[in-house]
């Protein structure tokens, strides 16, 4: 993976954890679906890369990105 993107998707996963704490977000789930929505348009390797950082709601999210993605 090139530096730029591992530079994004660092940048995306602190700032997310970030709001996580912020605003005590209770439905992480919820959440990270959204947010991989928004994510996936721009770019859906990124978006899978990040969800991987948010446990187990994370990485369901990202196999349900993969899977609707046809990865």
Do not use: P, W
């Amino acid at each position: 993976m090139d530096r730029r993107k591992l530079g994004k998707i660092n940048t995306i996963t602190m700032e997310l954890n970030d709001l996580l704490q912020e605003h005590e977000i209770k439905d992480k789930e919820s959440f990270l679906s959204g947010v991989s929505s928004i994510i996936c348009q721009l770019d859906t390797d990124i978006a899978i890369e990040v969800m991987e950082s948010f446990g187990e709601e994370g990485k369901n999210e990202a196999l349900s990105i993969k899977i609707n993605y046809g990865y």
